[in-house]
């Protein structure tokens, strides 16, 4: 069974910066495209940031020069380092791991608040 393990949430100050792990317990981490969704209080689940198993990015407008996600296969790992965050940025953020079939973390929550 694949688990995706999320970590480095919390809260911030408009303007500061997080950056958010996750760590999957697959065999081969590069076979998979993974990124992060965002889901705010009453609100879908969205796209936030997806990067492939050959390593082309999107990014939701919203974060387009802000958000910058990345992946160590070695670590079997992906990453996002949130910059210049805004409170429209708050959610529960969810690591995917996607192959054959599609694999999520349990959410860690961003929190920003002045």
């Known amino acids: 069974q694949v688990q995706l393990a999320e970590s480095g949430g919390g809260l911030v100050q408009p303007g500061g910066s997080l950056r958010l792990s996750c760590a999957a317990s697959?065999?081969?981490?590069?076979?998979?495209?993974a990124g992060w969704y965002r889901q705010a209080p009453g609100k879908e689940r969205v796209l936030v940031a997806g990067i492939s198993s050959g390593g082309s990015i999107n990014y939701a407008d919203s974060v387009k020069g802000r958000f910058t996600i990345s992946r160590d296969n070695a670590r079997k790992s992906v990453y996002l380092q949130m910059n210049s965050l805004k409170p429209e940025d708050t959610g529960v953020y969810y690591c995917?791991?996607?192959?054959?079939?599609?694999?999520w973390g349990q959410g860690t929550q961003v929190t920003v608040s002045s």
């Open positions: 995917y791991a996607r192959s054959m079939n599609s694999y």
């Open positions: 697959v065999r081969i981490f590069s076979m998979y495209a």
